[in-house]
């Protein structure tokens, strides 16, 4: 029934997510929340946001240029995440919020996920619909139209969540240039040091997903972090396991992988 | 009800493309091959709702005489050239792919083009820091450009050899460390969405 060759994956993939249930549990029913490490980025929004009210400048958020049902899909979920934040804590300060998107199903998503964040703050009026614009769905054509918003309207703060290719190291550096304080977040491994040399802050893969636990603080989420957690050090223990039955020429663990 | 739907219907079709990215059966396949065209026509009206939302953003920037709104006359007037175009001959047409081809992808391409200048300016910002970390950042960057370049194997053999033992092994392990970190976490992700339990995309913050 299982299909070959990826029979492996199926039950590393129960394994981990049962691990995240159970953590998950452990922390909404029994009361046990786990702390997880300050992360600098996720610490930094609420500064960067008080930055551009005492500026009485925009802030820009992109949640990167991946969709929502492709592999990258659950980067753009940790960027609306994210953008839920942000969109608070700019109604909170009466800051203008501008959301640039590139790909058009994620458009009604931000636009909900801003306007209810304002009205959670109580600030509905303030919400501006033309601020969440949909710029194009061609990669350099986004980029460049995101260019001319940050050069227009010089941003005190840009945050750069999501999923991100090559326009990653252009957006980042335009805003450098502008002075905004930046911070961004990506699992896209190759535009990782892109972001590292160029914004203030950086979210490193998995810590943009570990975001909105963080900045809610809500227990189920933080649980969800210990599960994933555990998943990590099983894998770690299974890459050492292997180096070593490679070494001494015993292929049980590599057949079973390939099962 | 208008949060519970939703997510009833992420967790459904969630639930049902995994186990059908698993197991063999043949319903499941028709059914995840159907969702998929819903995914498409879902992508084509949203596709609709945005070029809405370009028009009335330009359309205004033309009524209020913004900055730069000639530039909006020009926008507004490409969009409905263009899919007007491609709706009435289609996209293979060759009207539309000689505007597309001659005004459209030369721009994409100059804007693709700058990343060279930015690479520049942000690599520099990189190896001035003078710190540890920044310092083996600009040794390993020396390393690897002298041995990627012809030049570099003229000066010493052994700079390519050095330039692939720092790409397959020193960067790889620290990469793929990142991978599962962030493999997992789109796991963990995906679980917390299906469940509810993460709900910043559809306006709310947690469960």
């Known amino acids: 029934m299982l299909i070959a060759k990826r029979i492996f994956s199926f039950w590393y993939l129960i394994f981990v997510c049962g691990s995240i249930l159970f953590t998950m549990y452990r922390s909404m029913k029994l009361g046990k929340v786990p702390k997880i490490r300050k992360i600098a980025g996720l610490d930094a929004i609420e500064e960067a946001v008080g930055r551009a009210t005492e500026m009485g400048r925009p802030v820009h958020f992109s949640p990167g240029i991946g969709g929502i049902t492709a592999i990258e899909a659950p980067q753009t979920f940790a960027g609306l995440a994210m953008l839920n934040y942000v969109a608070k804590l700019t109604a909170r300060f009466d800051v203008p919020l ?162 | 009800m208008r949060r519970e739907l939703p997510l009833a219907i992420s967790f459904i079709i969630g639930l049902l493309v995994t186990v059908e990215f698993f197991f063999n059966i043949k319903v499941l396949q028709d059914w995840s091959k159907e969702i998929q065209n819903w995914g498409i026509i879902v992508a084509a009206f949203a596709l609709g709702l945005a070029s809405v939302n370009l028009l009335r953003i330009h359309a205004g920037n033309i009524r209020t005489r913004r900055e730069n709104w000639p530039f909006s006359i020009a926008l507004i007037v490409a969009l409905l050239f263009m899919a007007g175009l491609g709706v009435a001959q289609s996209a293979n047409h060759p009207t539309y792919k000689f505007w597309f081809d001659n005004l459209f992808s030369p721009c994409q391409a100059t804007v693709y083009a700058m990343t060279a200048f930015y690479i520049s300016s942000a690599a520099y910002r990189a190896f001035r820091i003078r710190t540890f970390e920044a310092s083996v950042l600009l040794v390993s960057a020396a390393i690897l450009m002298l041995g990627r370049a012809p030049v570099g194997e003229l000066i010493f053999s052994g700079f390519p050899k050095w330039a692939d033992f720092l790409v397959d092994v020193v960067n790889m392990s620290g990469q793929r460390g990142m991978m599962i970190g962030a493999g997992i976490g789109a796991i963990s992700g995906g679980l917390r969405i299906l469940l509810g339990i993460e709900r910043g995309h559809i306006g709310g913050s947690s469960a």
Do not use: H
């Open chain 1, 98 to 259: 501008i959301v640039t998107i590139r790909t058009p199903e994620v458009l009604p998503l931000a636009e909900e996920t801003v306007s209810q964040a304002y009205v959670a703050e109580g600030k509905i009026d303030a919400f501006k619909a033309d601020n969440i614009r949909y710029l194009s769905s061609q990669q350099f054509a986004y980029a460049a139209a995101v260019f001319g918003i940050i050069v227009r309207e010089k941003p005190a703060a840009n945050f750069l969540l999501g999923a991100f290719w090559a326009e990653a190291l252009m957006l980042a550096e335009c805003g450098s240039f502008m002075g905004a304080i930046q911070i961004a977040g990506t699992a896209q491994l190759s535009q990782v040091p892109f972001f590292v040399a160029s914004c203030d802050y950086t979210l490193i893969g998995e810590e943009l997903f570990t975001g909105a636990a963080y900045v809610t603080q809500d227990p189920g989420q933080l649980g969800a972090i210990v599960g994933q957690d555990i998943g990590k050090v099983v894998s770690a223990a299974l890459i050492i396991l292997g180096v070593i039955l490679k070494v001494i020429g015993d292929k049980t663990l590599e057949n079973l992988m390939k099962l």
